[in-house]
């Protein structure tokens, strides 16, 4: 967060539960105590932790067992219909797709109309009752046309229907709707056909319209393009209605057509409006093109002229020909002395130079190297102390208009400046070095790029975003000008506390812990396609809470931890992975139909969760012949090196399976040790066994932990 | 035919009452707030004037004490009360919302050294120069609880923040329970004179002490034996803990600086706090952490932020004489500083803050004008204002013959260095030449 409050230690808060919230009511009044009473008698009060109100009990303890039971079935059932049917109307409400609304409304239309031939069979009058109504709609709709492409709407759509074949589609969907409205009830073929061509002929129509519509700016609305007096003309001697702003706005254009661009530009827009014009006006275009070409080809050779060696206009790029132009000619002046100007066979050249033309046209604006030198001579010139002209006319003199100014007097009064210094760019042609530097503007700016900043771009855009309330809206207002440290008015602020911070620590390392010592993973691989849902499972009730922090995505899946009859199959149907597929990341697998799920883990994919006091060891919590085993004090295996605790498994395939941490550290006291550290005898309900370690051959076998498989992963 | 009118319903723009909220419609369109950096520019520049404009630190002094102030220590739950001690054996217990004395005590013969008020703010306990350790309670002060008669003088004491245990200074470092009258364990590192103790308010089991040898100690309560000792080129007054990082502290030294040292790294301090211009007597920490006031022997209080090398803040008063001890509020408000000439004094810890109730609209104009400076604080004419501030005579020439001082030796480095063999003199950080030794 970029602001600290304080004090840390907040106030607990949490949501009120509703339970919480009725505690806190009583009533107070004597009158309120009363009706309170009186309410809390009331039988039919719903109670907490029962199904039933009083009332029914009553009632279902006056009837015999077999009957109360199935009232009481009943009544559950009709409760569940209910609030099943409920939750469906609030989802199917909830639908937005507007696919799935198209297809419910069609089902329903289906419905209607079968119930209407239902209807015409079984009940004439209601019929002819429907009938009648239909032929209202139709005569409503015959009036109004509303489904016709008249609407906003439709008209909307007609714009994007070119483009768009949804649109496209919906505006048939609708015109269809229309046609069905409009058709009489009993069709006939040629009606049938009538309204498409109504509607060819609208969208006709519409087009031409459109075309209209668009010259309207450009062009006054009078001209029509069979109109022959206008197609011979162009802009000059159109005929003026000063209709509009826009028309008046191209009759100017028109008028000053100085340069080749704008009357392009002009011709190019007229071009939508009216083609019979458009051709001559490019006939006439072509024309002037020729004769500029021609201008500028008599130009272009009176420059090759003057350079006399084509090759070195060659050997330049063209694309800066014209800066080429401008400078060559000082270049080269010289050797015009020198040689003779020789004119070169025309044929070749000629190509060449209408290439050159075009490239010239082409980058005519791009005169770089001259615009630059315009801005220093300005420049220049601006900078250039200029004269005081301190006479005052009229004065000792006659003034008026049409008097000879005194030009004695006129050199008196001007004062001259001084001779200015020389300019520090004076010898460097392509700097400008501004000599004036604004001293007022200079205070404000920030000399040096300021620390946290890289570059000057990332300092100006902090100091361009600006942070007032008339730029931002009122939360980033806000949340911009967060001060970095709030404190609350007269509340004491503790010293941070120690025990909250490493508490926090030591959660955390806990839980890492639990996920890394198990871990099984199943990958849910169908044949159909290899699509692979990972699934992240664990042993223990203890770490259900991990799967959700772990793996969010798969939150449903903690749902089959409660599941007794899936993971009773589940692990009634574990083996050991031998199908030559992820054999060495998956070691263990569980069938179920043509599904397998593959499992992980890091030890034994069995661990005993649950010691009982009847010494039955359960894993999973789970009762089950195969997964519920009889403790045998004896049999029990501590593995040296990690002092993990195993016991035999029989039934299953890994034959054993791991004690859970808390149950083998709670085992582990009752161990007597030998001089090795070995665990000898153990000491369970004031019984001493010795321990037969028969199950060590298959910890080495089964058991994972400290294996290569934790470096292969 | 449709005829469009302009109509306007009331309903829309009026309110009902007068006390409903009244509707701003707004425009985001930039065409019509054109300018907005400068604009901006302009409002953050009167922001930092008014701000001096507002900078009235001072709130009040608490006067009543008839000899020079010694300690000052602020109420441990209770945020008006704050206790002080002077030289005349006296302690006074004020009331800062009334500014008025709660209660005045005869404590002890000769200087109160050291005051400290257990963690549940039921009572405190006092040290003197009459080799005393008092403990008082807060409902009655007449007579004191306990009475513990120590070996020698004490400088200091200090409460643990969760135990009931103390730590004194004096020619050792001992480690008090509360309820036994001998200490439970001493601390010597070849010294005989500490000046001061204090908790580590985080990481409980630690405290340090400045000795007269120029060093500063560690201590863990679990251990016997002192941990580390980190002996500096001049003598430390005392030390401040951070709040809110366990291993921080920084120490007001004699040579005019203070140094923020890792706990963890003792080689050389994270960071030096320059601008004071004689020792530092006193340091206390903001309750958040992020500043703290040093109160030192030229008259002025300094506030510092802890990461920066410079003060942000001077505080001084004509009347105001040596700083003996300062304290910052545990709501993060109000610094208390206690002087030479019988006085405490109350400042606001941010000069311009407006006191009291602000209303909604206020603070967000407030904090508008904030972000507006932290904005722009890189502009000349900005930054020359917000730093501006008056100090005292003596402390502008002082600071200015620092400065002289300084560059004379820096160019008297770089003359040695320029007419000697070429790596002969090598460049040494400032940091790094503070530590002497560190000893474990």
């Not at chain 1, 051709?279 to 093109?289: S, T």
């Not at chain 1, 609350?488 to 010592?517: A, R, V």
């Not at chain 2, 932020?305 to 304290?327: A, F, N, W």
Request: glycine share 4%.
């Amino acid at each position: 967060a970029e602001t600290v409050s304080f004090p840390l230690q907040q106030p607990n808060l949490n949501f009120q539960t509703t339970q919480e919230f009725v505690e806190k009511m009583k009533p107070l009044t004597s009158l309120e105590r009363d009706i309170a009473a009186i309410l809390h008698k009331s039988e039919n009060n719903i109670q907490e932790n029962s199904l039933l109100t009083k009332a029914e009990k009553k009632i279902i303890s006056k009837m015999d067992i077999l009957q109360a039971k199935e009232k009481l079935l009943e009544m559950k059932k009709m409760r569940a219909l209910v609030s099943y049917q409920q939750s469906k109307f609030k989802r199917t409400k909830k639908i937005k797709s507007k696919k799935y609304r198209r297809l419910v409304r069609k089902d329903r239309q289906k419905q209607e109309e079968k119930e209407l031939e239902k209807l015409s069979k079984e009940n004439p009058d209601e019929f002819a009752e429907k009938m009648e109504q239909l032929e209202k709609l139709r005569i409503q709709e015959r009036h109004t046309l509303r489904h016709k492409n008249t609407s906003k709407w439709a008209k909307e759509k007609a714009i994007y229907a070119q483009f768009n074949t949804k649109a496209r589609e919906e505006m048939e969907e609708q015109l269809k709707l229309g046609k069905k409205l409009r058709a009489k009830p009993a069709l006939s073929d040629d009606e049938d056909g009538l309204p498409q061509q109504t509607v060819k002929k609208q969208n006709n129509n519409k087009s031409q319209t459109r075309q209209t519509e668009i010259p309207l700016i450009i062009i006054p609305p009078k001209q029509d393009e069979n109109n022959p007096w206008l197609s011979g003309t162009n802009g000059h001697n159109k005929p003026r209605s000063p209709t509009s702003e826009y028309s008046k706005l191209t009759e100017i254009k028109n008028d000053e057509t100085s340069s080749d661009e704008e009357e392009e530009e002009v011709e190019e827009e007229k071009e939508e409006g009216d083609k019979d014009s458009t051709e001559v006006v490019v006939a006439k275009r072509d024309k002037e093109h020729k004769e500029q070409r021609k201008r500028k080809d008599e130009k272009r050779k009176e420059e090759e002229k003057m350079i006399g060696d084509e090759k070195k206009i060659n050997k330049n790029g063209y694309g800066i020909n014209s800066v080429l132009n401008m400078e060559l000619p000082k270049l080269t002046k010289q050797e015009d002395n020198q040689e003779v100007p020789n004119t070169t066979d025309g044929l070749k050249r000629t190509a060449f130079q209408l290439r050159q033309m075009n490239i010239q046209e082409a980058f005519a604006d791009d005169d770089v190297i001259a615009a630059f030198e315009k801005e220093k001579n300005e420049i220049e010139e601006r900078d250039r102390p200029k004269p005081i002209d301190l006479m005052l006319p009229g004065w000792g003199d006659w003034g008026g208009a049409g008097i000879a100014v005194n030009t004695r007097k006129k050199r008196k009064f001007l004062i001259k400046p001084p001779p200015a210094q020389p300019r520090k760019d004076v010898h460097l042609n392509h700097v400008i070095i501004n000599e004036k530097k604004d001293k007022k503007l200079a205070q404000h700016l920030v000399s040096e790029l300021p620390y946290p900043y890289v570059n000057i771009d990332q300092f100006e855009s902090t100091i361009k975003q600006p942070l007032g309330k008339e730029w931002n809206p009122e939360i980033a207002f806000r949340r911009l000008n967060q001060p970095k440290v709030t404190t609350k008015l007269g509340t004491i602020i503790e010293p941070m506390d120690k025990s909250e911070l490493f508490d926090k620590k030591k959660k955390m390392n806990i839980e890492n812990e639990q996920t890394s010592t198990i871990e099984d993973t199943l990958f849910d691989n169908n044949e159909d396609n290899d699509k692979k849902k990972k699934k992240h499972n664990k042993k223990g009730k203890r770490t259900k809470k991990n799967v959700e922090k772990n793996d969010t995505k798969f939150k449903n899946f903690t749902s089959c931890f409660k599941d007794v009859p899936f993971l009773k199959f589940f692990f009634s149907h574990l083996r050991v992975n031998d199908y030559e597929r992820f054999e060495h990341e998956f070691p263990y697998v569980s069938l179920c139909g043509r599904e397998r799920n593959y499992i992980r883990c890091d030890d034994v994919p069995i661990v005993f969760t649950n010691l009982k006091t009847d010494d039955i060891f359960n894993c999973w919590y789970i009762e089950s012949d195969k997964t519920s085993i009889k403790f045998e004090p004896s049999k029990v295996y501590m593995k040296h090196l990690t002092g993990r605790i195993y016991h035999p498994a029989p039934g299953l395939t890994t034959e054993i399976g791991l004690i859970k941490d808390s149950i083998s550290q709670m085992l582990s006291e009752h161990f007597t040790y030998d001089s090795d550290g070995h665990p000898k005898t153990i000491t369970w309900k004031k019984k001493t066994y010795i321990l037969t370690n028969e199950i060590e051959d298959k910890v080495n076998k089964y058991s994972l932990f400290n294996n290569d498989y934790r470096q292969t992963i | 035919m449709k005829i469009k009118v302009l109509s306007r319903n009331p309903n829309d723009y009026l309110r009902e009452t007068k006390k409903d909220i009244s509707k701003i419609q707004r425009n985001y369109d930039t065409d019509l707030h054109p300018f907005e950096t400068s604009r901006e520019y302009i409002r953050s520049l009167n922001a930092v004037k008014l701000e001096r404009v507002f900078a009235k630190p001072f709130l009040g002094s608490l006067e009543g004490h008839r000899d020079s102030i010694q300690c000052l220590i602020k109420h441990r739950t209770q945020l008006s009360l704050v206790l002080s001690g002077s030289c005349d054996g006296d302690i006074k217990i004020w009331n800062l919302p009334k500014r008025e004395c709660v209660a005045t005590i005869r404590a002890h013969n000769g200087f109160v050294r050291g005051l400290s008020v257990i963690p549940d703010g039921n009572a405190f306990y006092s040290v003197g120069n009459d080799k005393l350790i008092k403990r008082w309670t807060f409902d009655k002060y007449d007579e004191s609880t306990m009475t513990i008669v120590g070996k020698h003088i004490f400088t200091s004491i200090d409460h643990h923040y969760k135990k009931s245990e103390f730590a004194t200074s004096g020619e050792t470092v001992e480690l008090w329970d509360e309820n036994r009258a001998q200490p439970t364990q001493s601390f010597k590192w070849g010294v005989d004179s500490h000046s001061s103790v204090k908790f580590n308010p985080i990481e409980t089991t630690v405290l340090a002490s400045c000795a007269a040898d120029r060093s500063i100690l560690l201590y863990d309560t679990r251990q016997s034996v002192p941990l580390r000792k980190v002996i500096l080129s001049m003598n430390s007054n005392t030390v401040a803990w951070n709040p809110m990082e366990a291993f921080v502290f920084t120490a007001a030294n004699e040579d005019y600086n203070l140094y923020s040292f890792d706990m963890r790294n003792l080689k050389q301090p994270f960071n030096i706090h320059k601008d004071h211009v004689a020792a530092v007597i006193d340091i206390d920490y903001s309750p958040t952490g992020k500043e703290f006031v040093a109160g030192s022997f030229d008259k002025t209080i300094r506030i510092f932020p802890v990461d920066k090398g410079h003060s942000r803040e001077i505080y001084h008063t004509k009347r105001m004489q040596h700083l003996t001890c300062v304290q910052w509020s545990l709501d993060n408000k109000y610094i208390i500083s206690g002087s030479d000439e019988m006085c405490l004094r109350l400042w606001k810890a941010k000069a311009s803050e407006k006191l009291g109730v602000i209303r909604n609209r206020e603070s967000e104009a407030l904090e508008y004008n904030e972000a507006l400076k932290e904005k722009f604080s890189n502009f000349p004419k900005i930054k020359r204002i917000a730093r501006h501030r008056h100090l005292p005579r003596s402390v502008y020439f002082a600071k200015k013959e620092h400065q002289v001082i300084h560059e004379s030796q820096k160019r008297k480095e770089a003359n040695a260095r320029a007419n000697s063999k070429p790596g002969s003199i090598p460049y040494v950080a400032e940091r790094a030449k503070l530590v002497v030794e560190e000893l474990e």
